[in-house]
């Protein structure tokens, strides 16, 4: 019995990173259909966020079942809460994927990024790509010093988005009110995919080590 | 035993109900000192920020405690698991009211907000504060009715955070792009104030009925 119970534990985590793989390849298709002003990739990226939808709800229903039918305690009980965070903040992360399918839509056939912040995004892109990945690593793994580089990552994309203030703030900005707005909320949804990221990460090296990292409040 | 056990689940309802309170008060506080270029009412928010943030942990390690020690079933658990949940969306409305009230303090002594965009930020921050308030109610009085009515103060919130856009947008926008960006994030801020009220008034509608109601997604 027990041992049923930790292969559907050990399931849920494998679901889990799954779902990260998931969330990573829609920020990078997101990424591309901005960069490259590819309508059929935002509209890929549009049609498959019911799958990650439909990821959550179907792994936060087995960890209820979990928790009901097999009453966990100590760190099986704090894995299970940590899968049930974990899908909360996936599910978000495809959402903010899915924020910046849907600007490019929104705006073609015009490119939505003026020439001057491209490298912005390209790296913001990578950097919100590896984050992903490298907290699927973190579930599959448990490696407590592979979810300390995930906040490094986190550092990174915290400069790039300020960076990118300062270039849309600057007096010379030639583009217009409309075009900062759109490239202000894009800069934001990069920025809450990366937080989210970390706040998974930070939940798995709680699981491992029963101690939440840091004291950081993740933004917004 | 169990009677025990369900006086420490009233008492979680009550201190998440008091939790709304907070951020509702908080973001009350954000919104006048935006408008009134108040720098002591925006230092307060922000300083007072870390009591949300305590408020949160404490409850949830409440929570945690409750399903390790009374490993409940049914409803009691779906409770338990709402509190988790709704604590983390009233954090997450906290950190919202700091953002606004930071947005006022670095502006500080000039005023965040151009005169035309004034009325919007008024009745935005009355939508919010009306909806922790309501919020509030609901958690206490689990009333099903009271939850719907939530959402359509969400709708409220939606149209002027639309209506808004639209202001900025205009190409007859005079006030450049700095405060366009403001005014951007300041919006954002009072609209996933917004969601995250609703998110809490469905999980509570989801605790005494065993359904989520709507499918819709909450946004970012």
């Excluded at 399931?11 to 799954?18: K, P, R, S, T």
């Excluded at 997101?30 to 990821?55: G, N």
Aim: net charge negative; proline share 3%.
């Amino acid at each position: 019995m027990r041992e049923a119970y930790h292969d559907r534990l050990g399931d849920l985590a494998d679901h889990l990173a799954d779902m990260c793989a998931m969330v990573g390849e829609a920020m990078d298709r997101a990424t591309r259909a901005l960069l490259d002003v590819d309508l059929a990739l935002a509209e890929q990226v549009i049609s498959d966020d019911i799958k990650v939808d439909a990821a959550r709800s179907s792994y936060e229903e087995e960890a209820y079942a979990l928790l009901a039918l097999q009453a966990p305690v100590a760190t099986d009980l704090r894995t299970v809460l940590a899968v049930i965070h974990a899908a909360e903040s996936l599910e978000r992360m495809g959402d903010l994927a899915l924020h910046v399918a849907k600007t490019a839509r929104r705006r073609h056939p015009n490119p939505v990024l003026p020439e001057e912040v491209r490298p912005y995004f390209t790296q913001m892109g990578k950097v919100a790509v590896a984050l992903a990945n490298k907290t699927q690593q973190v579930i599959r793994t448990q490696d407590v010093a592979l979810a300390k580089t995930v906040a490094d990552d986190d550092d990174e994309m915290d400069n790039l988005h300020r960076h990118l203030f300062t270039v849309i703030m600057d007096k010379a900005w030639p583009h217009g009110v409309a075009s900062a707005v759109d490239v202000t909320l894009l800069g934001r949804f990069y920025e809450r995919f990366a937080d989210h990221a970390v706040s998974v990460s930070k939940r798995t090296v709680f699981v491992v080590t029963g101690r939440m990292p840091g004291s950081d409040q993740y933004d917004i």
